[in-house]
């Protein structure tokens, strides 16, 4: 289930009745709900739906509030990040977050990212090319890590041709 709006790429949810709801979790902490939430914490939340344009609080914020600065800190990390245009660009930023989703192996994240690039323009035929890119270098470097392979005397700028 995703949430999302025109504004801003869709958002995993939970629950498929979670979207803008109070939500039960499996989570293996308490999520701190919008109403219970402290007046600091609250205008963080304020803050995440304002700057991703939707109308509720991922559960990874409601989790991360129960340590306040926590919170703050990883937002301003986040929004500092991802929210600047920069030299590399939404698109490739997302694309780089779902690789590291894959590789860590977070479904939380897979939902949230597959969603982004796809709402950030890739169709089903880039996600495949994507998906085989790291499916071959996630392969390669299994293969050097195992054959425990020492860097080239010679520098060369990657497999493509």
């Known amino acids: 289930?995703?949430?999302?709006?025109?504004e801003a790429p869709p958002t995993a949810c939970a629950t498929a009745?979670?979207?803008g709801q109070e939500n039960e979790s499996s989570a293996s902490i308490a999520l701190v709900e919008?109403?219970?939430a402290s007046a600091r914490v609250k205008?963080?939340?304020d803050d995440i739906k304002k700057t991703l344009g939707i109308d509720f609080?991922?559960?990874?914020?409601?989790?991360?509030a129960n340590n306040p600065a926590y919170l703050e800190m990883s937002w301003a990390r986040?929004?500092?990040?991802m929210g600047q245009e920069g030299k590399l660009g939404r698109k490739v930023k997302d694309i780089v977050a779902l690789t590291v989703c894959i590789m860590s192996g977070c479904d939380y994240c897979l939902d949230v990212y597959?969603?982004?690039?796809?709402?950030?323009?890739l169709d089903d035929e880039a996600m495949i090319e994507l998906y085989s890119v790291i499916d071959v270098y996630s392969?390669?470097?299994r293969l050097n890590i195992g054959l425990q392979l020492k860097q080239d005397s010679k520098p060369w700028f990657g497999c493509g041709a």
Do not use: D, W
């Open 1 to 6: 289930m995703t949430c999302s709006t025109k």
């Open 17 to 19: 009745s979670s979207c």
């Open 34 to 36: 919008e109403l219970r």
């Open 43 to 45: 205008a963080v939340y």
């Open 57 to 64: 609080v991922p559960n990874m914020y409601k989790a991360m």
């Open 78 to 81: 986040i929004r500092e990040v």
């Open 114 to 121: 597959n969603s982004a690039v796809k709402h950030g323009g």
């Open 139 to 141: 392969g390669l470097n």
